[in-house]
């Protein structure tokens, strides 16, 4: 190779290479980075509301009771409880509008104490109506053998009237008995009230004498039943 030629060969791979670094392409990626920020504070977990936590006031008992089932709900819809679904927590209510939001502890005995309180205070109210009933028909036979007592002793004197009148004294000693009864049943229903009123206290963590003066006891409601 000549020396002219050899000098055009190197001029010309010395242009060749400048218009390649001149048309080299920068490559750049359009891609935002991806930033993971901080959780926010607190998270559904954390905000569970326990027994001292103010009741939601737009939750009812009869919403409470249709989400947990019949089954698992005792009382009623004016006092009572039932297990929310999932099994770890009790909704419990003294009021249709005041209901709380409680974890099950099988140990506690103030959730222990709600509970048979608020079962035998609707066995209470039962008790109330099954005597209501009786004490109706009672009333009713009690109006017919005075009524009738003069008849029977027009009709029969001597038999009529001392059947009659036993049939009197018969039934209204029925009709005082299931008054006495009655009167027992609604003594048992305010005191079971009175105890589930304590018992929701104590969970929310007031004081033995607080819970006593708030649910208006005397010193032998927190005893059984008679």
């Known amino acids: 190779m000549t020396g002219g030629r050899f000098r055009s060969v190197v001029i010309g791979a010395t242009v060749f290479s400048l218009l390649l670094s001149a048309c080299e392409i920068e490559f750049t990626p359009d891609v935002v980075p991806l930033e993971i920020g901080e959780a926010p504070p607190g998270s559904f977990t954390d905000q569970v509301p326990e027994a001292e936590a103010q009741p939601e006031l737009a939750f009812t008992s009869a919403e409470a009771m249709a989400l947990c089932g019949n089954d698992l709900a005792w009382g009623d819809g004016a006092m009572g409880a ?72 027009v009709f029969a004197p001597l038999v009529g009237c001392i059947l009659d009148g036993a049939g009197v004294v018969v039934s209204g000693l029925m009709v005082a008995n299931s008054a006495d009864d009655f009167v027992q ?42």
Request: with cysteine.
């Open 82 to 153: 039932c297990l929310a679904p999932g099994g770890d927590y009790y909704y419990i209510w003294r009021n249709p509008n005041e209901i709380y939001f409680v974890p099950v502890n099988a140990s506690d005995p103030d959730q222990l104490g709600f509970l048979q309180a608020v079962i035998a205070r609707t066995d209470d109210v039962a008790e109330m109506q099954t005597g209501a009933r009786d004490a109706g028909v009672e009333l009713t036979a009690l109006g017919i053998t005075v009524i009738g007592f003069p008849i029977a002793c």
């Open 185 to 226: 049943d609604l003594n048992n229903f305010y005191r079971h009230s009175k105890q589930a009123e304590y018992y929701l206290c104590s969970m929310r963590g007031l004081s033995d004498s607080q819970c006593r003066d708030l649910a208006g006891m005397t010193s032998g409601d927190l005893e059984g039943s008679e």
